[in-house]
C-alpha cells in the first residue's frame, strides 16, 4: 500500500466516515458538500444524472451484478438509485468503517469487499462498475492501470462509470492562485491525495473501447457556498444552470467542474 493509501485510509476509518453528532452527517460532506438548503436540489438531480445514465443503457437488458468501487458509506440517498437494477450489488473500499457503514442501507444479499482498487483483478465479472469520485485520490501513476484493470472486470458490453474532475474548468483556473495558497494553509487532518488528469488524457482509452463524457455538475461546493445565497432567489439561479447544462451538454463538458466518463467494453 502506497502512501496515498495509508492517508486515504486513515482519514476515512478515524474522520471521514464518522458522522458529528450535530449534523448527523458524515465529516467527508462537512468538509466538501454544500449541505444548504439552497443547494439541496440541485445537487440531488445532478447526483441523478449518473442513475439516468444507467437506467437508459440498460432499460431491456438482464442486469445481473453490480461493482461500486470506493463506495463509502453510501451516504447520500441518490447513490441507492444507482444499484436498483441489479440483482446483486458488490461494494468495495479501502475503508473498513465505509463498508460497515455501507451495510446499513444496502441489500441484503451485498458483497462487502475491503480492498485497495489499486490490487482489484477480477475478470469477465460485472455489468456495470461505478467509480464516483474516487479516482482522482488514487495515486496519478495508477490512475490508468485502476481504469484498465476495473474495464477487465466488466462482461462483454459492459459499462465503466467514473465520476471526475474537470482540471482545466472555468472555476479551477479562477481559483488557481487562490486554492494554492488554501492548501498550504489547510490543517492537516483534512489533507487527502488529490490528483486530477485533463479531459484528453481519456483519449488513450477511445482506441480500445467506446468512451463518451457528460457533463455531472458545473460548480461544486466551493463556488456554491461563496457566491449563492441561501434563499429562494439561490434556488432559482441553480434551476437555471441546470438546464443550461441540458441545454448545452459539450459547453458545460468543457467549463464545468465535474464530468462523467462512460467506458464501454466491447
Known amino acids: 500500500m502506497n ?20 449534523t448527523n452527517q458524515y465529516e467527508d460532506s462537512v468538509l466538501w458538500e454544500d449541505n444548504r438548503p439552497v443547494a439541496k436540489k440541485y445537487i440531488s438531480k445532478c447526483r441523478l444524472r449518473l442513475a439516468d445514465l444507467i437506467e437508459a443503457s440498460f432499460k431491456n437488458a438482464n442486469t445481473n451484478l453490480s461493482l461500486d468501487v470506493g463506495c ?23 475503508s473498513q468503517q465505509a ?21 482489484f483483478n477480477d475478470k469477465n465479472k460485472y455489468d456495470v462498475i461505478i467509480c464516483n469520485h474516487v479516482l482522482y485520490h488514487i495515486d496519478k501513476n495508477d ?5 484498465k484493470n476495473l474495464i477487465n472486470a466488466l462482461k462483454k458490453d459492459g459499462k465503466l462509470y467514473i465520476t471526475y474532475t474537470n ?33 484528453k488524457w481519456w483519449a488513450q482509452f477511445e482506441k480500445e473501447f467506446k468512451v463518451i463524457k457528460y457533463p455531472l455538475r458545473s460548480i461544486s461546493s466551493r463556488e456554491s457556498k461563496l457566491f449563492l445565497p441561501n434563499n429562494n432567489f439561490g434556488k432559482k439561479m441553480l434551476d437555471y444552470l441546470f438546464n443550461l447544462e441540458n441545454k448545452f451538454p459539450k459547453l458545460f463538458l468543457r467549463i464545468g467542474t465535474f464530468y462523467i466518463i462512460e467506458i464501454t467494453r466491447r
Open 3 to 22: 502512501n496515498a493509501e495509508k492517508n486515504l485510509r486513515e482519514f476515512y476509518d478515524k474522520r471521514g466516515w464518522h458522522k458529528r453528532n450535530s
Open 72 to 94: 463509502g458509506p453510501i451516504q447520500y440517498t441518490e447513490y441507492q438509485e444507482y444499484y436498483n437494477k441489479f440483482k446483486e450489488n458488490h461494494f468495495l473500499d479501502i
Open 99 to 119: 463498508l460497515d457503514e455501507a451495510k446499513n442501507v444496502a441489500k441484503s444479499n451485498s458483497k462487502f469487499i475491503c480492498k485497495s482498487a489499486i490490487n
Open 143 to 147: 490512475q490508468k492501470s485502476v481504469v
Open 167 to 199: 482540471k482545466y474548468s472555468m472555476w479551477n483556473i479562477i481559483f488557481f492562485f487562490p486554492q494554492i495558497i488554501f492548501n498550504l494553509l489547510k490543517s492537516k487532518k483534512r489533507k487527502i491525495y488529490y490528483f486530477i488528469h485533463p479531459i
